[in-house]
Every structure is written in structure tokens, then in C-alpha cells.
């Protein structure tokens, strides 16, 4: 489980740590630049690198790293922006001198290479990036070159992932120690590329631990244990889907075999009688029954988890039977159509806490009864709000999905553009409901946290095996892996 940590949280955490145990800043600057060098192995073949360096210590690593680079028998060219330095950095600057690092002051265009370095701004930067370290960071952009991020693309806040005027779009970032916010919210994920995190000496669990949670796949196997071999279907809990309707039953469909393939037991789907021949030939492995005749308290009585709202369209002879899932003791996935068929009666918003919602932002919006922007703007501050009116746990989809249970606070940071269609939060309200269900041994933040990474890692596969336009909701759920 990797945790975030804000900018001010990591100039606090190093200097602590420098303190009490006597490590100068240098060694820690070391250990970046090896980070960044690894990275660097897998971007280039002739080894031919552009370090464009800064001023502070986001640009001493760059020193520091091209002086390593030089030495493993790569190309050195550092770009610097001044050479009035001070510190660290400023050793380091010196260090590559001696070393034979090639150093020229910052202009256009950028030499030949086969791969650029962007060390001008680190995660402290809170002003627009102007004049010619804006020229430099559009260049290197326009350059088509895979570009390195250290720490953090320049331009983009460390603690918002907002642009400054302008900012690296880099394929790769090397943050160091935890993953900063930033990364991962607002244009974040679209700047930063693959996010690797480079141990920079200081112990994993040093300091504090407050920011968001990021499960990982490693955390995976802690979680999902082999089934024992005495197992039957009731070991794995029992799941009832109220979803679909004419026109949507393939919603209902997903949710169900998303809910199948993530390991459910037994999985039950309440619909209407008109949609059930649908349901039950698009997901076999479902129990289909009709809201009409089937024994809704009972039901939940009997059930582990549940799911309601996927294509269940605002037909009001639905908000009846959304009351039953109010008042079930088993966890209850709330999702699309049934937070618009509950969003104006502030009675049925108060949901119980073991309750999770799982909005859109133009969901949520309708729930807090504001503009779609208002809640992009600041998803963070939207998710607590959506805790706080519905009094449950909060999934707040997205590129980077946010996730809470009032006291916690996790991001996603793993999945696809392929899941940016229709049907895709079908099934991973299913994949939800499934895990649920199952009651493993983890809070049920974690649950959400697991059922958000496995949804995203199933959107990854799908889209190597068929591309990122091409993967529909069905081959994402046949990437579905717990294993």
C-alpha cells in the first residue's frame, strides 16, 4: 500500500531525518540520481540524454544524475537554466564538471538526444512557469522524445496536480520516497505517465502516514487467499443485483458477470419480467427474478451484498424497491440510476454507513445539488461532501477514482482509457458487489480500494489484448484476475 505525501509533508520528512540521523542531503540526492538512471536504461539505446536542470535541488538531481549516467557510459548534455547555485545542487553541479558532464546555459533549440531529463521544477513550485523555462518545457513537448519527469513534470503543483502556465507531459515520472498528489489528481495523470517510486534511503515507514491510499497490485495476494478445497458456493457469498430495464438489460448483464468472474458465490438479478429472457441468456451464470413476484425481504435477509441502479432507468415504480435495499443489513452499492431516483428526496439520501455510493461527477452533482464543474474543480473536497450529505462510504469515479469512509481517504491509480465507455461502471459495481460479498479479511475501504484496482488492471489487459478504442465492457470483464 503506497501512501501519498504532500510537498511541505516532504521537505518536513527529510529534514527530520536528516536531523536525527546525521545523513546529509547529498547521500539522499545520490540515491535520486540512481533512481533516475534506472529509468533512463529503459528509455534509451544509444544512451544519448538531455538533462534539463534548475535551479534548486529538482535540478541537483539532474547534476547528480547526469554525472551517474556519464559514468555508466551514457551521453551527457545538461541545459541549465542558471549557474548560480547553492547547497547540494550546487555540488553536484561541480561534481559533474569534474566528471566531464558537457554544461551549457538553457537556449533553442534543444541539442540531439535520444531522451530528455526535465530537472527544472520540483514539487515546490507554486508560480506560473514563465519566459524561457515555459520555451524549454513546450519544446521539449513538442520534441516527440520520451521525456523523464524527476520528482514531478515541471509546471504541475505538487499538491493539486495543477498546471502552472505550462508543464512537462513526461512518459515517465520518477517521484521519490511516496507518490506527491499531484501525480495523481486533476491533469496529474495526464502529465506525469508511468509513475515510478524511488527509495531515496529514507525507511518506507518513517514519519507520518496521512495522505491518500494507493493499493498495489502486490497488495493483491494479501487479500484474495486460494480457495480451500472444501469450498461451495456459499463460502463466497451471495450477491442480489437490482438492476436494467427495456432498453438497458445488458447493464443488469454486466454487473452480474463482472460479479461472477470476481468470485461471487452466487449471484442474484432482480429486474423487471419484460427484460429477464435478456438478462438471463447475456449472463447464464445469474439467478434472474422479477421485482413483480420475487420475495424482496427475503432476499436481503439471505444476501452477503448487493447492487442496485445499473439500467435501472427513472421509472418510478423502481424508488419502492430501492426502500428494501435502505433498509438491508448487508451492504448495498448504490449506482447510477438509483442515486438519480433517490438524489431529490433528502430522506432517502440518508443511507447506512456500510452503504457505499458510487457516482460519476455528473452523479455526484445531481447528489449535491451543484454544477458537474464545481465538482472536478475539487473532487476531494466533493467526496467529502457526498460523505457527509449520505452519511456512507463514498466511491467518486474518475480517471483517478477517489474513495472514503470519513476517516480515510485512497486514490486509484491504476487503469485504462479503455474503461471510458459505456458499461464500465456496471462492472465494477459488480466487481464490488462480488468482494463484498465475500467478506475478506480487510476493511471495507479496502474492499472498494481492491475492487477499484482489479476494475483498472482489468481495463490495462483488455486494452494490450485489443487495444485502447477497440476493448468493449464484455473483454473487460473477461481480464477480470484475482489470481
Avoid at 441468456?281 to 421485482?291: M, N, Y
Avoid at 471510458?420 to 480487510?442: E, N
Wanted: hydrophobic share 45%.
Amino acid at each position: 500500500m503506497q501512501i501519498t505525501i504532500t510537498p511541505d509533508e516532504m521537505k518536513t520528512l527529510e529534514q527530520s531525518y536528516m536531523k536525527e540521523y546525521a545523513v546529509p542531503g547529498a547521500l539522499l540526492m545520490e540515491h535520486a540520481a540512481q533512481g533516475i538512471c534506472a529509468a533512463l536504461r529503459a528509455h534509451t539505446s544509444g544512451g544519448r540524454a538531455l538533462f534539463l536542470c534548475g535551479p534548486g535541488n529538482n535540478g541537483g538531481d539532474g547534476y547528480a544524475a547526469a554525472r551517474l549516467w556519464l559514468r555508466q557510459g551514457g551521453q551527457a548534455v545538461v541545459m541549465e537554466l542558471t549557474s548560480t547555485l547553492s547547497g547540494d545542487a550546487a555540488m553536484n553541479r561541480t561534481l559533474a564538471i569534474q566528471a566531464g558532464v558537457r554544461i551549457m546555459p538553457a537556449s533553442l533549440p534543444l541539442p540531439c538526444c535520444d531522451v530528455i531529463v526535465d530537472a527544472l521544477f520540483g514539487t515546490g513550485l507554486t508560480r506560473d512557469v514563465e519566459g524561457l523555462a515555459a520555451d524549454l518545457i513546450r519544446a521539449a513537448n513538442e520534441s516527440t522524445l520520451p521525456i523523464i519527469a524527476v520528482d514531478i513534470p515541471s509546471g504541475l503543483h505538487g499538491g493539486t496536480g495543477r498546471i502552472l502556465g505550462n508543464a512537462i507531459r513526461a512518459v515517465r515520472t520518477v517521484t521519490f520516497h511516496r507518490i506527491k498528489p499531484g501525480l495523481l489528481l486533476h491533469e496529474g495523470p495526464e502529465h506525469a505517465g508511468r509513475i515510478t517510486i524511488a527509495p531515496i534511503l529514507i525507511p518506507r515507514d518513517y514519519g507520518t502516514r496521512n495522505g491518500l491510499r494507493c493499493m498495489e497490485p502486490e497488495d493483491i495476494p494479501t487479500l484474495i487467499r486460494p480457495r480451500p478445497a472444501t469450498s461451495h458456493k456459499g463460502t463466497f457469498g451471495r450477491v442480489v443485483i437490482f438492476a436494467g430495464s427495456e432498453g438497458m438489460a445488458g447493464a443488469a448483464a454486466f454487473a452480474a458477470n463482472a460479479a461472477i468472474r470476481s468470485g461471487a458465490g452466487l449471484t442474484t438479478v432482480l429486474c423487471r419480467r419484460n427484460i429477464i429472457p435478456v438478462v438471463q441468456a447475456l449472463a447464464p451464470g445469474a439467478v434472474c427474478l422479477s421485482k413483480e413476484d420475487a420475495d424482496i425481504g427475503h432476499l436481503l435477509d439471505t444476501a452477503d451484498a448487493a447492487v442496485v441502479g445499473c439500467g435501472l432507468g427513472l421509472s418510478p415504480d423502481a424508488r419502492p424497491v430501492l426502500e428494501n435495499f435502505r433498509h438491508a443489513s448487508c451492504p448495498v452499492v448504490w449506482d447510477a440510476d438509483a442515486l438519480n431516483l433517490i438524489a431529490p428526496y433528502p430522506r432517502m439520501l440518508a443511507l447506512p454507513e456500510n452503504a457505499v455510493i458510487t457516482p460519476h461527477p455528473g452523479e455526484g452533482a445531481r447528489l449535491l445539488g451543484c454544477s458537474v464543474s464545481q465538482v472536478t474543480a475539487d473532487p476531494l473536497q466533493s467526496l467529502q461532501a457526498l460523505r457527509e450529505k449520505c452519511g456512507c462510504h463514498v466511491l467518486l469515479k474518475g480517471a483517478r477514482t477517489l474513495m472514503t469512509d470519513g476517516a480515510r481517504t485512497a486514490v486509484n491509480r491504476h487503469g485504462s482509457p479503455a474503461l471510458a465507455k459505456g458499461g464500465s461502471g456496471d462492472i465494477l459495481s459488480g466487481m464490488l458487489g462480488a468482494l463484498l460479498a465475500r467478506r475478506l479479511p480487510c476493511t471495507q475501504l479496502e474492499t472498494m480500494q481492491l475492487a477499484a484496482l482489479l476494475h483498472g488492471l482489468a481495463g490495462i489487459r483488455a486494452a494490450e489484448k485489443h487495444g485502447e478504442n477497440c476493448a468493449s465492457p464484455t473483454d473487460i470483464i473477461d481480464c477480470i484476475r484475482l489470481d
